[in-house]
């Protein structure tokens, strides 16, 4: 079965630091990776996806991901935040033996502080 | 296009009522998806259908149940509310393995 461990439920940062929130995922097969991003009060949105091919995957505002399959981890990494960026980030991934479940980790907080 | 549409937004139910969540999709996706969210858990998978007439049980599906009639609506029927069930609803679709999932805007359900 597949899960995601999300390994920081909260990451504070002032603005214009670096921030890296860190995902590992288990399966034994290929698998998908996703980050999806959820404002206050609205709903999810993807901010970037690993299917196949080059292992580093960026976001059009600046976030980057690296797929390690070494070490199964999918871990989010910005080099300079911003106040907007203050929400919470969801690790997922699904495809594990053909699978369409798409199944999340716990979730990070990220507060941007001024 | 609306994308994924949910009603209500906003439910206080007694416990023992019964109710269902709406969710309709026009993009013609296959995958459609109930998730509930709950503070430090995360999303957690209920149900899921991966077409019209085929649904199944994700990690949380008891007390809930489910029904794809149609490609476009995937309603989620809670048959006897508990205050165990006050959460955030979620309604995905998607269209195939690997693919971006759609989220509605969510249903903050009560049970008192």
């Known amino acids: 079965a597949q899960s995601v461990t999300q390994l920081d439920s909260q990451v504070p940062v002032f603005e214009e630091a670096p921030v890296e929130l860190r995902c590992n995922y288990s399966?034994?097969?290929?698998?998908?990776l996703f980050w999806y991003v959820q404002y206050p009060n609205q709903g999810l949105q993807l901010l970037l996806k690993y299917l196949s091919g080059s292992t580093l995957v960026e976001s059009i505002n600046g976030f980057e991901a690296e797929f390690n399959k070494s070490q199964t981890s999918f871990h989010l990494r910005k080099p300079s935040v911003h106040i907007s960026d203050t929400a919470e980030y969801f690790c997922a991934v699904s495809g594990s033996g053909g699978s369409e479940k798409l199944v999340f980790g716990k979730g990070t907080k990220l507060t941007v502080n001024p | 296009n609306a994308g994924v549409t949910q009603t209500p937004k906003f439910q206080v139910l007694k416990t023992g009522q019964s109710m269902t969540l709406q969710c309709a999709q026009d993009m013609n996706h296959e995958y459609m998806s109930w998730y509930r969210q709950d503070p430090g858990m995360g999303l957690r998978l209920i149900h899921y259908s991966v077409g019209a007439g085929i649904t199944d049980q994700g990690e949380v599906p008891n007390g809930y149940n489910v029904s794809r009639s149609t490609t476009e609506d995937f309603p989620l029927r809670l048959l006897s509310a508990a205050p165990s069930q006050t959460s955030v609803y979620f309604c995905?679709?998607?269209?195939?393995?690997?693919?971006?999932?759609?989220f509605g805007q969510g249903t903050r359900l009560t049970v008192v």
């Open positions: 995905a679709s998607k269209t195939g393995v690997g693919t971006e999932a759609f």
């Open positions: 399966s034994s097969v290929s698998v998908y």
